[in-house]
């Protein structure tokens, strides 16, 4: 037989409970990921204290399970990896407390992962990563344009100044009475309308490759708000079409303007938002005419939201750069890359 390195990865940075089992850092055995959307909708956002909660009475479940379906026992795996930042700290514990506990109990390494390092090696599993690279990676959190010159180092080189784009369209969605996380249905939406609105592009032309999101959320609030005095009704498709498209010209431009700049054999799309699909098209679209020789690795719709086959998968690599946690590994909330130009 092969040899083979076997991952037990855990994730609990935000609202889901994730267990995997990974092979080689790129072949799922088991990837168990609970949910607990239906538990913070009623909020309109994550309840860290809910969370903490849920995340106890799952993991254990979780584990058994992801060995389970994986067919393997404690004493087949290599390692164990887990998100230990950034996300809410009640919750990185659960995770990082598990992944303790069963690396201290049958004596397995410890690997810590940064859970952005782990949402750009969902794309792992759509190809082999090349470098230089470059990775534009948006979710409920994060907005950020990650260099990577080399694998395993990883340098931020533009970042959203104000909401991330996946907590805007939440806080739109809101406005137009969709339950969080709203992000899939404003997308759907969209696909249905025009951009008639003519929503600001914030910081497009601006020399830099930051992000700035507050401000089409407002001008968005207050077109609703104005028309609602007026006892006038929007058409949310056109909304939604005008919201998008604001987001998905601004996120396309500066991730060109980035990929002008920074020779790379590689573009990375990955987090939450990046199961969008006005931004997966239109960046196929700009791919293909502006950089035709960088390859696109757009991570797959399943794994753009938080999951523990990412985990494992960059924590696979981790575990071969030696990276290695002690029993003292505490959850790091702000954990973020170094940035490594200040565009202010
Ligand atoms: O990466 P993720 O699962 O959690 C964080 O680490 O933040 O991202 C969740 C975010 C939510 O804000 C959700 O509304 C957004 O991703 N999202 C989308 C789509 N699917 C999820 N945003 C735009 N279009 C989508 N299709
Ligand atoms: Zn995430």
Redesign the pocket.
């Given at each position: 037989m092969t040899e083979r390195t076997l991952i037990l990865a855990f994730e609990s940075?935000?609202d889901?409970t994730s267990v995997a089992v990974i092979e080689n850092g790129t072949k799922i055995l088991s990837n168990i990921v609970a949910t607990q959307i239906d538990s913070h909708q009623r909020f309109g956002g994550v309840v860290p204290e809910v969370a903490s909660r849920y995340h106890i009475e799952q993991i254990t479940k979780c584990t058994d399970e992801a060995l389970e379906q994986a067919a393997v026992d404690y004493d087949d795996l290599d390692a164990v990896a887990v998100t230990y930042g950034p996300?809410l700290v009640g919750s990185l514990l659960i995770g990082v407390t598990a992944a303790k506990v069963i690396a201290w109990a049958h004596d397995l390494p410890l690997v810590p992962v940064n859970?952005m390092a782990g949402?750009i090696y969902a794309a792992r599993y759509v190809g082999e990563f090349k470098y230089p690279q470059m990775a534009l990676l948006?979710?409920?959190?994060?907005t950020e344009l990650v260099y990577m010159p080399a694998e395993h180092e990883y340098q931020i080189i533009g970042e959203t100044r104000d909401d991330?784009?996946?907590?805007a369209?939440?806080k739109i969605?809101r406005v137009l009475g969709v339950n969080?996380?709203?992000?899939?249905t404003?997308?759907e939406w969209a696909a249905k309308g025009e951009d008639s609105f003519h929503f600001p592009r914030a910081m497009e032309k601006e020399e830099n490759y930051d992000f700035s999101f507050s401000g089409l959320k407002s001008a968005f609030i207050n077109t609703v708000h104005n028309a609602d005095q007026r006892g006038e009704e929007l058409n949310k498709y056109d909304l939604a079409a005008s919201f998008q498209q604001s987001v998905i010209d601004v996120l396309a431009e500066k991730t060109m303007r980035a990929l002008d700049d920074y020779p790379v054999k590689q573009l990375i799309l990955a987090?939450?938002?990046a199961?969008?699909?006005g931004?997966r098209a239109r960046l196929d679209h700009d791919m293909k005419k502006y950089h035709p020789d960088v390859t696109m690795l757009q991570a797959p719709l399943k794994l753009?939201?938080?999951n523990a086959a990412m985990i494992g998968a960059a924590g696979y690599v981790n575990y071969q750069h030696g990276d290695r946690a002690g029993l003292d590994l505490n959850a790091v909330p702000g954990l973020m890359f170094e940035r490594i130009n200040d565009n202010n």
């Open positions: 940075s935000c889901e996300g859970h949402h948006v979710s409920g959190g994060h991330a784009a996946g907590e369209y939440d969605g969080y996380p709203a992000g899939k404003i997308d987090g939450g938002v199961a969008n699909h931004l753009c939201g938080d």
